[in-house]
C-alpha cells in the first residue's frame, strides 16, 4: 500500500520564478495539507484541501496557491520566488477533516531558491 | 490563535539516562494532541493522539501524557537508534493541526 508521494525531491530554482510541487495521498485518504518546514523549524501550515476546495490556510501570502484534482491528489504553487521561500515542503493527507485526524506525511519536496 | 511550544530545543542524553520532553499548548477546542518523530531528510511519522486530560499512552520506550495546558513525552531506557526530533502537534475545532518547532533528541552509546 503506497504512502504519501511527493514530486520532485529537490529543485533549484532562482529569485521570481515559479514552482509547482506535487502530491499523491495515501491509499482512502480525501484530505491533503501542505507544510513548509525551514531548517531547524517544525512544520508550519500552509493550507489544507478538501472536496477540491481549499478549507483552512495559514498564515501565507498569496502567492502561494493550490489545487486539489478529482483523484485527491494535490498541487503546491509557489510564485514570484524569494530566498526565504527556500525550504522544506511536505504533504500530510488524512480522511476528511477534522482536529483529531492523524496526518501521514510524505517525504517532502526540497526547495533551494538562489 | 492556537500555538504549541516545546522544550528543550535540544536534548543529549547518554544511553540508558530517562528523561522528558514538554510541550505546552494553547488551542481552541481541544480534539487532538499529537506526537510524532521526524528523522533527518524524512517526513514526519506518527507516534500518538492524546484526545483528554489525564489520557497516557505507551510505546516501547516512550509514554505521552496529557494535561489541560501540557503534554510530556517520557523516554524510558533509552537507546541511539531513539535519536531523532520530535515534534508535538494540536488539533483544535478549526481542523487544521499545528506544529511546535521540536525536540532534537541525541543519545550517546
Known amino acids: 500500500d503506497a504512502g504519501v508521494t511527493q514530486s520532485p525531491t529537490h529543485l533549484i530554482k532562482t529569485r521570481g520564478q515559479q514552482v509547482t510541487l506535487r502530491c499523491s495521498p495515501k491509499?482512502?485518504?480525501?484530505?491533503v495539507s501542505w507544510y513548509q518546514q525551514a531548517l531547524g523549524q517544525g512544520p508550519q501550515f500552509i493550507f489544507q484541501y478538501y472536496e477540491e476546495e481549499e478549507r483552512q490556510r495559514g498564515n501565507f501570502p498569496d502567492r502561494f496557491s493550490g489545487h486539489q484534482f478529482p483523484n485527491y491528489s494535490s498541487e503546491l504553487n509557489v510564485n514570484a520566488l524569494l530566498l526565504g521561500d527556500s525550504a522544506l515542503y511536505l504533504c500530510?493527507?488524512?480522511?476528511?477533516?477534522?482536529?483529531?485526524?492523524?496526518?501521514?506525511f510524505g517525504a517532502g519536496s526540497r526547495l533551494t531558491v538562489l | 490563535e492556537d500555538q504549541v511550544t516545546q522544550s528543550p530545543e535540544a536534548l543529549r542524553l547518554q544511553e540508558g539516562e530517562s528523561s522528558s520532553l514538554n510541550c505546552s499548548y494553547t488551542v481552541s477546542g481541544l480534539r487532538g494532541l499529537f506526537w510524532y518523530r521526524q528523522d533527518p531528510g524524512k517526513g514526519p511519522e506518527f507516534l500518538f493522539t492524546?484526545?483528554?486530560a489525564g489520557e497516557e499512552k505507551e510505546k516501547e520506550r516512550l509514554k505521552a501524557t496529557l494535561t489541560k495546558k501540557e503534554s510530556f513525552l517520557h523516554i524510558t531506557a533509552p537507546k541511539p537508534e531513539d535519536s531523532a526530533t520530535y515534534l508535538c502537534a494540536v488539533g483544535g475545532s478549526a481542523s487544521k493541526i499545528i506544529f511546535g518547532s521540536g525536540t532534537r533528541l541525541s543519545i550517546r552509546p
Open positions: 500530510a493527507s488524512s480522511v476528511g477533516v477534522s482536529g483529531a485526524n492523524v496526518l501521514t
Open positions: 491509499s482512502g485518504h480525501d484530505t
Open positions: 492524546l484526545y483528554s
